[in-house]
């Protein structure tokens, strides 16, 4: 007699369902925009951080499969499905986003060059922002903020975001989807999805991503410097 062995199913690691928990924020004002938390089961936080890459430099740099860990290509996965697509089109006002392409990007650590003030590029529909971090000190310094003007880091739209393990920000592209937060330096483990305009979009930012990396890996010093002294309030054009 066969035996016929039943397979185990597994629990996705990022569930869309979860952003309808009550403590999710949802606003159309300033822009649309979402802030959740508990968007990760605690069971994974430990695969996570041994399968994120090691990146030499400091920034965001195009996700490559054999950069990472099983638990980490699975989670971009899940991340890039139709089904997360329609989800935070549905919250941020967006008829059918999973028709446009996506570029994910990984940031393992921050110099004091990062965090200006920006909208992001027209090339991006929304964007998303998966945040891995365990632990965060006492302090305001890398924490994500949605802004309602272009040269005042302190004028908050929502409370800010810390970079803590399972917290998401999504926002929908618009003039005045202004955000930033406050120099830091130091690891801050986040997953960026943008869903772009075009698969030419999509190639010129990985080709250009990967020039920066390679930048960061030649001249991470010099990358260092450059913005160390920069004022709280600077902001940039993506």
């Known amino acids: 007699m066969s035996a016929v062995v039943a397979q185990k199913h597994v629990p996705a690691l990022f569930d869309p369902s979860h952003l309808d928990s009550a403590g999710t924020i949802v606003r159309d004002a300033p822009f649309h925009f979402l802030v959740a938390s508990g968007q990760l089961p605690e069971a994974a936080a430990d695969d996570l951080k041994r399968d994120f890459p090691r990146y030499a430099g400091a920034g965001f740099f ?94 908050l739209a929502a409370p800010e975001i810390k970079p803590l393990y399972g917290n998401l920000a999504v926002f929908k592209r618009a003039d005045n989807s202004f955000h930033g937060h406050l120099p830091y330096e130091g690891e801050r483990r986040v997953i960026q999805v943008a869903w772009l305009t075009s698969a030419d979009e999509k190639l010129r930012k990985t080709q250009r991503g990967k020039l920066s990396r390679l930048f960061k890996k030649l001249f991470g010093g010099i990358d260092r410097r450059l913005g160390a002294g920069r004022d709280k309030n600077a902001a940039h054009r993506d």
């Not at 890039?80 to 549905?90: F, K, L």
């Not at 590029?121 to 924490?143: F, I, M, Q």
Request: with cysteine.
């Open 62 to 155: 195009p996700y490559e499969e054999k950069d990472c860990g099983p638990s980490m290509n699975r989670l971009i996965a899940e991340l890039t499905d139709p089904a997360v697509a329609s989800a935070v089109g549905a919250k941020l006002g967006i008829g059918n986003l999973g028709q446009y392409p996506t570029l994910v990007t990984l940031c393992r650590a921050l110099n004091k060059r990062h965090g200006t003030i920006h909208t992001d590029s027209r090339s991006k529909v929304a964007t998303a922002l998966l945040y891995l971090n365990e632990s965060w000190p006492d302090t305001s310094d890398g924490c994500f903020r949605f802004l309602n003007r272009v040269d005042d880091i302190d004028d």
